[in-house]
């Protein structure tokens, strides 16, 4: 099979990654919150960041490396983390890990994905970054990060922007509890899809491994509540500024998305603000993660990764000229590897190269740093 005859874009390597996932794993991983409105928000938004083609420049291969937090990349983009992973597709970490180590892209692990940062972080050379949902306890805190040091992973990354849990009301539709329970309905939709399910049965059902060690403690907790209650808190300043004193690493925050903390986040020590609405999956009413960028951008020094809507290299050259030092992908590479398996993300990363060369030679663009003086509009930072 050729896959970029068959496979030229993201929405191809979607819809049919549709196809071979159950439809409660689809509504989980492709749904957002609310009326879903902040998905066509953020791509409205990308939409309307337009560029001017450049004439009679002549032959050139544009350049497409990048430095960030002092770590050099060969391609401006990397690979987000995505809860429960291991739900979307069988063994999602190590293999989405193990081709990060081999691209020399960054990876990203979520505290509750279905792997630990033991089994994780070797497979990723070096690449591991660990997403922290903020534990309640101190204890596990740094028990957690400890762990996170020792698996590899030299990046911190604190979500910030999940305070609350947000209802998420097509995923509760679709029938996903936390632990996965099949029910008959659920079995029925499982049985259509043969290799996901073969799949799943040798790496065992999706849990939040991370947290298993944590599972005593849940006692403390109400009876209906699951082990992953531990890390629900709001993190605060403090917090902040304990994270600081704990992680010898690089530590960014996440879920930035305008530009009143940012300053008090220089303060405090953070290495890079990743600018995101998580992708529509928390607050239906968040404004577009792009449209936030530029303002983000005119007020602070730091490095600035950005991800919500990311459809291609065109978007990604959007975020780029608009400020953003890196682009993060979740959805993607998950929709790459539940279509293709372990062919997916090698195909997806040749194609979002292809599409950013192609894009950046229409403008004239030779590197990234050409990239804000061809926008229609100019926003400068």
């Not at 993607?332 to 997806?348: C, D, M, N, S």
């Amino acid at each position: 099979m050729d896959l970029d005859q068959t496979y030229p874009a993201i929405s191809d390597l979607r819809a049919r990654a549709r196809r071979r996932v159950p439809h409660f794993v689809w509504e989980f991983f492709d749904s957002a919150t609310g009326t879903e409105s902040v998905l066509p928000r953020n791509r409205a938004a990308l939409d309307r960041v337009l560029f001017h083609p450049a004439i009679l420049t002549g032959e050139f291969t544009p350049d497409l490396s990048c430095s960030l937090m002092d770590r050099d990349y060969t391609v401006p983009f990397g690979i987000a983390p995505v809860g429960m992973s291991g739900v979307i597709w069988p063994d999602a970490e190590r293999r989405l890990a193990r081709f990060a180590g081999s691209a020399g892209v960054p990876y990203g692990l979520s505290t509750v994905a279905s792997q630990t940062p033991e089994t994780v972080g070797p497979e990723a050379g070096g690449m591991g970054w660990f997403q922290l949902y903020p534990p309640r306890a101190p204890e596990v805190l740094e028990d957690m990060l400890a762990r996170a040091w020792e698996a590899g992973f030299h990046t911190l990354v604190l979500t910030a922007d999940v305070p609350v849990a947000s209802r998420r009301e097509r995923q509760t539709r679709g029938g996903l509890t936390n632990p996965p329970r099949l029910t008959p309905r659920l079995l029925a939709q499982v049985m259509r899809c043969p290799a996901w399910t073969l799949g799943t049965l040798r790496t065992g059902m999706p849990r939040m491994r991370t947290l298993d060690r944590y599972a005593e403690q849940k006692t403390s907790l109400p009876q209906t509540a699951h082990v992953g209650y531990l890390i629900r808190t709001s993190p605060d300043w403090d917090y902040l500024g304990r994270l600081r004193e704990l992680w010898q690493g690089k530590l960014v925050v996440k879920g930035v998305m305008e530009v009143a903390p940012v300053e008090r986040l220089e303060a405090a020590g953070v290495d890079a603000i990743w600018v995101s609405n998580h992708a529509g999956r928390q607050f239906d009413g968040a404004r577009a993660s792009i449209d936030a960028l530029p303002e983000i951008r005119a007020a602070t020094h730091l490095p600035l990764i950005f991800d919500s809507g990311i459809e291609g290299g065109l978007d990604i050259m959007r975020a780029l000229a608009l400020g953003a030092n890196f682009v993060m992908l979740g959805r993607g590479w998950h929709y790459a590897l539940a279509a293709l398996g372990e062919a997916g993300p090698p195909h997806l990363h040749a194609l979002l190269v292809k599409d950013l060369i192609s894009c950046m030679g229409q403008i004239g663009a030779r590197c990234l740093s050409d990239l804000p003086g061809r926008l229609v509009v100019p926003r400068t930072g």
